[in-house]
């Protein structure tokens, strides 16, 4: 069996009156996509800031690549990707610029991130907007630079939270499907 890369058991999150996430428990096999479907207000946002360390559940245990969300969150985020459902962008700063500020914030070395960069630019096509300011970007231009931000450090785990909103349909499945980890 391959090792579990999330695991949650009867994770409760409750915020005042409100029971946003009530008693989920999930395997996750490596290497297995998943998803989390349901309509709006049915926690999934909040599910996914429990995983990420964002979020202290009220009750229940969350693990991620065998380490505790609560207890050993640093070493969590050393792992995670994370496209928020909001893009978290600097929107004065060039495309460039952008993964630039994130790939250092993740210490990447020069080259590795000068290839990383040019190469998720290429495949989320765009390469050639990628000097412009970022405030300029249509919101889908917007929503894949929010994916390569995520993507920049070669996560062993990804969270996209609303990957696909403001991407028109057919540019969605061609930026979802080509990504391939690095195995280090």
């Known amino acids: 069996m391959n090792e579990m890369a999330i695991l949650m058991d009867d ?3 409750r915020f005042e ?3 946003a996430v009530n008693g989920v428990s999930l395997c996750v096999e490596r290497g297995e996509l998943f998803g989390l479907l349901g309509p709006n207000g049915a926690g999934k946002t909040t599910t996914v800031n429990i995983l990420c ?3 202290k559940p009220t009750s229940g245990c969350a693990i991620v690549s065998g380490y505790d969300v609560q207890k050993e ?4 985020r050393e792992l995670i990707g994370v496209c928020p459902q909001e893009t978290a962008i600097y929107p004065y700063l060039t495309g460039v610029e952008n993964v ?3 790939g250092n914030l993740y210490a990447l070395d020069k080259n590795t991130l000068n290839e990383r960069r040019e190469m998720l630019l290429e495949k989320m096509g765009l390469a050639q907007d990628a000097k412009r300011r970022v405030g300029k970007y249509s919101s889908g231009m917007k929503r894949r630079l929010s994916l ?4 920049i450090h070669d996560p062993q785990i990804i969270f ?3 990957p696909t909103v403001g ?3 057919p540019i969605a499945p061609c930026c979802l499907g080509f990504y391939e980890r690095t195995e280090k």
């Open 11 to 13: 994770v409760v999150k």
């Open 17 to 19: 009156n409100v029971v």
């Open 53 to 55: 360390g964002l979020l």
């Open 73 to 76: 969150n640093a070493k969590v």
């Open 100 to 102: 630039d500020l994130f």
């Open 148 to 151: 390569i931000l995520a993507l």
């Open 160 to 162: 996209l939270d609303e």
């Open 167 to 169: 991407m028109d349909p």
